[in-house]
């Protein structure tokens, strides 16, 4: 019911509509009170043809008194129902309208029946209240199917506000991020050292983490409007393994392409150097000494020998074949690989008995190179003068993970960031292959190879091989 006289033009298909606002305004009377004024004017009304019915017939005083008494009170009453049959499923209805706004869909108007105006309002308002409990059920649904979802998805999830606010984010992304969401949410991305995730464009990809735990993520960017006010939503794809299957990949290949030409110059060049030995032996008398010759050839002979085990040894590196899983127990593999290192001694700790599902000639070789590395560490010229080479071998079950450890007391790691990397390696004669195997056998498993620093108080370094429980 429109409450001022002014009103609002919109242009509905070129035409004016006039729409009344519904505010109540000082000027005028409550619904009600309206309803009931007009109702006692016509009462007015009719008492006073009444009493001009009664004087025109010369009705006594009294008599007239009592008749327009009864009237007065008759009429009053009959307002009094007539407001009630009209309030009453007005006020209902209203019940009703105010319980929807509050989302409670369990009101609803009785009574109602067609061809009957507040009849028709109440089924209507039924009708619609139905539709929106429908309505408000299947947002729900959804909105538990979405977060469902989320939580089962491995790929993290967040969203940010205008502001930079994180607002939304997933199991994936509290793993991910070493998160709590009932903790985070509110604050900016600067303060949870996220920024870099609102700065980088779709589709880049970048490196979250330092050193071995380095992951790297693709960024999928979109936007989408909550209460009517934009946000950012963030998934990241975890590309790491993918992007070190085409590492690898490319060494693969690069080293093939080396293979094939190194070995095609070294075959002859070593075939050459024993012909030429050959013919220096009888031509001795000839040529008198001969000691330089022959020790210039069998140098290029021993390097050329040399080399060629070298890109047989990455050959082998790039050509690991699937495991081929089986029940092994951990004590026993780690008790063997203990007792294939003799240049140093081997202390393997007391742990509890696990069984994995692994391949044990893969992860035994694995072990061997990480215990390998710890023996060349200990012996080291730049480890503690004043300690005996030793290394330690432990196993614990960290959450889902086994974790078998290698402890060395050797002068420990400098640089990390080239551990895993294929050709680099800081020892004399080494090949630089020792931790790539044993990472790509880890891979191979889901599981992981890391390298750190001893935090026992001691010197030394601490390798680490993790294996999932169950590779199922």
């Known amino acids: 019911m429109a409450s001022e006289e002014d009103t609002d033009a919109e242009l509905d298909g070129g035409r004016a509509r006039t729409r009344l606002p519904l505010t109540r305004s000082g000027r005028r009377l409550r619904f009600e009170w309206r309803l009931r004024l007009w109702f006692y004017l016509a009462g007015l009304l009719v008492v006073l043809l009444c009493w001009l019915l009664l004087r025109k017939y010369s009705a006594d005083v009294s008599m007239q008194c009592v008749v327009m008494v009864i009237l007065i009170a008759g009429w ?78 491995q790929s993290p999830v967040l969203a940010f506000d205008p502001g930079g606010k994180l607002v939304l984010l997933n199991a994936a992304s509290e793993r991910a991020f070493e998160l709590q969401s009932k903790m985070v949410l509110g604050h900016t991305g600067e303060d949870l050292k996220l920024a870099g995730l609102l700065g980088v464009g779709d589709d880049e ?11 790297r993520w693709m960024v999928k960017r979109t936007s989408f409007r909550l209460r009517g006010v934009p946000h950012t939503l963030v998934v990241l794809s975890d590309v790491s393994a993918a992007l070190r299957e085409e590492e690898r990949l490319a060494w693969e290949r690069l080293i093939r392409v080396l293979g094939h030409e190194i070995n095609n110059s070294l075959t002859p060049i070593k075939s050459i150097a024993e012909s030429l030995r050959g013919r220096i032996a009888g031509l001795k008398d000839q ?27 990455y050959r082998q590196l790039m050509g690991l074949p699937a495991p081929k899983l089986a029940s092994v127990a951990v004590r026993g593999l780690v008790e063997r690989v203990a007792q294939l290192e003799r240049r140093v001694a081997v202390k393997v700790m ?10 044990a000639d893969h992860i035994e070789q694995a072990l061997i190179n990480l215990v390998r590395n710890g023996a060349d560490a200990a012996l080291s010229p730049d480890a503690a003068a004043d300690g005996v080479p030793q290394v330690e071998i432990t196993w614990r079950i960290v959450g889902p993970e086994v974790v078998i450890g290698v402890l060395d007391n050797g ?22 292959i020792g931790l ?37």
């Open 205 to 215: 990809v970048i490196s979250l983490g330092s050193g071995q735990k380095a992951a």
């Open 411 to 432: 002068p420990g790691l400098s640089n990390a960031s080239n551990l895993f990397v294929p050709f680099y390696t800081t020892k004399p004669g080494g090949t630089g």
């Open 76 to 153: 009053a009453f009959l307002v009094s129902v007539l407001m009630e049959q009209i309030i009453r499923p007005l006020q209902t209805l209203t019940n009703v309208v105010a319980a929807l706004r509050e989302d409670d869909y369990s009101f609803r108007a009785r009574g109602g029946q067609r061809n009957d105006v507040l009849g028709d309002l109440a089924l209507e308002v039924n009708r619609l209240a139905g539709m929106l409990q429908g309505q408000r059920m299947g947002a729900l649904e959804a909105m538990e199917l979405a977060e469902r979802v989320m939580g089962s998805m």
């Open 350 to 359: 007391d742990g509890e008995d696990v069984v994995l599902q692994v391949d």
């Open 287 to 313: 040529i008198g000494e001969s000691s330089d010759f022959e020790r210039g050839l069998a140098v290029i002979e021993n390097r050329s020998e040399s080399l060629n085990r070298f890109l047989q040894a």
């Open 436 to 472: 790539v195997l044993a990472q790509q056998i880890a891979q191979a498993h889901r599981g992981s190879v890391q390298l750190t620093n001893r935090l026992d108080g001691q010197v030394g370094c601490r390798a680490e091989l993790r294996l999932p429980l169950t590779n199922s």
